[in-house]
C-alpha cells in the first residue's frame, strides 16, 4: 500500500516538482543542431476510426489541404473496416498507427490483459490509468500494442509512423521503451517526445499547453504525491531530451519539433500565430476533426426533416477520449460524441431534455 503524505507535504512536494518543471522549460536551450535552415510542417490528425463522423471529417479535411497526414486508432470498434475502406478510396492519404491504452476496448481478449482494463474489460481512463501505473505489466502492454500493430497489417494498411492515444505511452518511461522497442522493429517514424512547449519558441495568449496542463498536475499531485514524484521524474525536459536521444542513437526517425502549444487552447487565431512562430526544421502538429453524426439542440429549435429530428432525454455524460459521449434516451437508445467545448456551452448532464439531429446517411434500418 502506498503511503500517504500529509496535505502540507504533499502540496510542498508537488510545488516543488512543478517549480522545477517550469524552471527548466524556460532554462533548458533547444539543441544546436536543430536550428537553421527552412521549416516544414507536419499537420497530422489524430483518431481515425474513432468513429464515423471523425473519419469523415479526417477524409474531408485532408482532401481540402488542411490535414497532410492521419493514425488510426485501430482497436476501437468499426475502426479496422473504416481504416482499410479511406485506404482503399485514398491510397495517397498517408495514415499512421495512434496507439491507443484509455480508450474503447484491447484488441487482445481482456484476460490476456488483465492489467490494463477494467472490470468491465474496457481500458482504463487515463486518469485511472495513472493511479494504476505501478501494477500494469509491460509484457502485456508490448502485447497489446503489437496486436494493434498487427491488426493494421492485417487489413492491407501499411502504416508510415506511430504516434500515442493522450500521451501516456511518452509520459511514463518503461511505457516509451516499448513504443520504441516498435518503431524499431518496423522502421517507422514516431512522434517527438520532447514537446515544444520545453523550449518556447511557441508563444500563445492565455498560456498554450502549460496552462491547461497545470491544473490536472496539481490536482492529481495532491490526491497521490508519492505516483505525482515518480511520474514527474520522467517529465522534467532532461529525461525528456533523453529521450530524444535515444530515438538519435537507435536510428529512429522523429520530426524536430511536437508543437504542443494549442493543446487546450485551439483556435484559427492560434493556429495562425503557431505558424508565424515555427521554428526551423521538420515540426508536427496535431489536431482533432470530425464532421457531426448526431447534432444536439438545447433550448430551442432548428428547422430539419421531422424524420431526422429526435426529441431525447440525457442519460449520462462521460469522456470518451478526447471527446465527450452522451448517451440519450429517445424511446431507443443513441450515442453522440461531441466536444468537450460543446458540452459545456450546452452545460449538459443527465436528465436534460434535448434534441438530436441525425444525418441521414447514419440511420440505418434494421429488419425485426
Not at 498517408?94 to 492489467?115: E, K, S
Request: glycine letters at 8%.
Amino acid at each position: 500500500m502506498r503511503k500517504k503524505l500529509p496535505f502540507r507535504m504533499a502540496a510542498g512536494v508537488i510545488l516543488l516538482l512543478l517549480t522545477g518543471f517550469a524552471a527548466g522549460r524556460w532554462l533548458f536551450p533547444a539543441p544546436r543542431e536543430r536550428i537553421g535552415g527552412p521549416r516544414y510542417l507536419i499537420v497530422n490528425a489524430d483518431d481515425l476510426g474513432l468513429s464515423e463522423g471523425v473519419t469523415e471529417g479526417i477524409v474531408r479535411a485532408w482532401r481540402e489541404g488542411i490535414v497532410t497526414s492521419t493514425s488510426a486508432m485501430i482497436n476501437v470498434e468499426g475502426a479496422p473496416e473504416q481504416t482499410a475502406a479511406v485506404h482503399a478510396e485514398h491510397p495517397d492519404l498517408p495514415i499512421g498507427l495512434h496507439l491507443n491504452i484509455t480508450t474503447g476496448q484491447p484488441v487482445l481478449p481482456f484476460g490476456q490483459v488483465p492489467t490494463l482494463v477494467d472490470a468491465s474489460g474496457q481500458f482504463y481512463s487515463i486518469d485511472a490509468l495513472l493511479e494504476h501505473l505501478p501494477e500494469v505489466s509491460l509484457d502485456e502492454l508490448y502485447a497489446e500494442l503489437r496486436a494493434q500493430v498487427e491488426r493494421m497489417l492485417f487489413i492491407g494498411v501499411p502504416f508510415d509512423h506511430i504516434d500515442y492515444h493522450e500521451s501516456i505511452l511518452m509520459m511514463y518511461p518503461p511505457f516509451y521503451q516499448v513504443v520504441r522497442d516498435l518503431a524499431r522493429e518496423y522502421g517507422v517514424p514516431v512522434r517527438q517526445p520532447v514537446p515544444e512547449s520545453v523550449y518556447g519558441h511557441v508563444q500563445l495568449p492565455g498560456g498554450g499547453a502549460a496552462s491547461a496542463i497545470l491544473p490536472k498536475m496539481i490536482q492529481f499531485g495532491l490526491r497521490h504525491p508519492i505516483l505525482a514524484q515518480e511520474l514527474m521524474s520522467g517529465m522534467t525536459p532532461a529525461a525528456l531530451e533523453e529521450r530524444a536521444a535515444l530515438l538519435n542513437a537507435e536510428g529512429i526517425p522523429a520530426p524536430n519539433w511536437y508543437i504542443d502549444a494549442n493543446f487546450g487552447n485551439a483556435s484559427v487565431e492560434n493556429f495562425v500565430a503557431i505558424l508565424e512562430q515555427l521554428p526551423p526544421g521538420v515540426s508536427e502538429v496535431y489536431v482533432c476533426i470530425r464532421a457531426e453524426d448526431v447534432i444536439l439542440l438545447k433550448g430551442a429549435d432548428f428547422p430539419s426533416s421531422p424524420r431526422n429530428h429526435l426529441p431525447a432525454t440525457v442519460g449520462s455524460v462521460t469522456r470518451a477520449g478526447p471527446l465527450m459521449r452522451i448517451e440519450l434516451d429517445c424511446g431507443f437508445p443513441l450515442t453522440a460524441l461531441l466536444t468537450k467545448q460543446a458540452c459545456e456551452e450546452l452545460a449538459l448532464k443527465q436528465g436534460d431534455r434535448v434534441v438530436a439531429l441525425v444525418k441521414a446517411p447514419h440511420i440505418h434500418l434494421i429488419p425485426r
